[in-house]
């Protein structure tokens, strides 16, 4: 049975955009097999860690099965949201994240992000584990073969080119599909109580509660100027964590991505994407980032290059990002 499978190599190397879809399609629909909600929260995992690739395209279980973890949390213990379409059973990383949580008495109330470090570890470590074996070889028999390869043994799976490419296109309605078929999901198989307002928990579900130890860490190196506006912020709380790829299309915090902002340049951004003025400028702050020794090392900034920000910036534009924000100070026009 595929979904068991240890290690998968792709059969094709070459994907149309038309192939790809009908992949979707299946994944989506009835004929594929969704007794649980692994396959839509793997999609969500992998979109939300596509620029967390190496230049192989490559992506450790830890970083994948990473977000797993977080949003199977948020879900399951702080949404309290079943995960299986049987109401009186519970999926199997469902009761392991349950079983952590009573062992534990950690409150409901806790995001993923708000456990120590260890607890975060070893829930990972656990969900890895149990999602190697169940979820891996699922997609990848949904697929064909042909969306990636992976190795249980080497904890590593390889994006499809094509299949990359398409993802990088269509990155936001992905992202829209896959939070609108989760939502039906659990919808169905959870009290209604639960489920007020479920489209928007879902698509929050992966948000970090706070973006503090990025601002302690960027504010360290900056005195606290603005990126944009380069007015100098006296007070923290007027200092904002900015994503300068909005957030609603990343959904994720990479180091490389955030900058520190007053409050007037924060909230006038918005949603929308800076001035093109602006990658150049983090693409050498970046730089300077790189040559510090205790941050070359992170996660985020060992796979970071500036190609990598460009295209990112492009694709923003392309799946629709294409309202252009530039501070009111700079004298500049678009
Ligand atoms: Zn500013």
């Known amino acids: 049975m595929s979904h068991k499978l240890q290690v998968g190599e792709m059969r094709a190397s070459y ?27 793997l999609i969500k995992s992998i979109l939300e860690n596509l620029y967390n690739v190496n230049e192989k395209l490559e992506l450790n279980y830890f970083q994948l099965f990473g977000s797993f973890a977080k949003i199977y949390w948020n879900l399951v213990v702080h949404h309290d949201l079943n ?5 009186d059973k519970k999926s199997e990383v469902q ?3 349950l079983d952590f949580q009573m062992k534990h008495n950690i409150p409901k109330e806790f995001v993923f992000d708000k456990l120590s470090d260890e607890f975060q570890l070893e829930i990972i470590n656990k969900v890895k584990r149990k999602c190697k074996v169940n979820v891996m070889g699922a997609i990848f028999g949904d697929t064909e073969s042909t969306i990636y390869d992976f190795d249980n043994e080497k904890e590593v799976v390889r994006l499809n080119s094509s299949y990359y490419s398409f993802m990088q296109r269509f990155q936001r309605v992905l992202n829209y599909l896959t939070n609108y078929h989760l939502a039906l999901f659990l919808e169905k198989f959870n009290e209604q109580d639960d489920t007020t307002n479920i489209l ?3 698509e929050n579900v992966s948000k970090r509660s706070s973006l503090d130890q990025f601002y302690q860490l960027l504010t360290s190196y900056y005195e606290g100027r603005c990126f944009y506006c380069d007015k100098l912020i006296k007070k923290k709380s007027s200092a904002h964590v900015d994503h300068f790829i909005p957030w609603s299309f990343v959904q994720a915090d990479q180091l490389w991505n955030l900058v520190i902002a007053c409050s007037s340049c924060n909230l006038g951004k918005s949603d929308k994407l800076a001035h093109i003025s602006f990658l150049d400028i983090l693409i050498d702050r970046n ?21 990598k ?26």
């Open 15 to 41: 994907l149309t955009d038309k192939e790809i879809w009908s992949h979707f399609n299946y994944i989506f629909s009835t004929k594929s097999k969704n007794s649980t909600t692994y396959k839509f929260v």
């Open 83 to 87: 995960q299986i379409n049987m109401v």
């Open 95 to 97: 009761k392991i994240l």
């Open 200 to 202: 928007i928990k879902v």
């Open 287 to 307: 730089g300077e980032l790189l040559n510090k020794k205790e941050l070359k090392n992170r996660s985020d900034m060992k796979i970071y290059t500036p190609n």
């Open 309 to 334: 920000l460009q295209q990112l910036y492009e694709y923003s534009n392309e799946n629709g990002f294409t309202d252009i924000w530039l501070p009111k100070s700079t004298g500049l026009s678009i």
